[in-house]
């Protein structure tokens, strides 16, 4: 269930310090909104890392966007 993929995604990215995370799930995407303004590159791989195992997308398929 795609909701249930979702909730899981932001609760795993919680328990990493992503305090403020959107995850919207779809069948070939997955978005993240992160609360951080930057993300360096050991934070973005720590969020791809939990997408890929919870929902078998590659990293093309995540877009992970900071909050504005």
């Known amino acids: 269930d795609r909701r249930q993929r979702q909730m899981c995604i932001r609760d795993r990215l919680k328990a990493k310090g992503f305090n403020d995370v959107i ?4 069948d070939k995407q997955v978005d993240v909104v992160v609360s951080d303004k930057e993300i360096a590159d050991n934070k973005r ?3 791809e890392d939990v997408i890929k195992r919870k929902t078998g997308l590659e990293a093309s398929a995540i877009t992970i966007t900071p909050a504005k």
């Not at 995850?23 to 779809?26: K, N, P, R, Y």
Request: aromatic residues 0%; neutral net charge.
């Open 45 to 47: 791989a720590q969020i």
């Open 23 to 26: 995850v919207t799930v779809s």
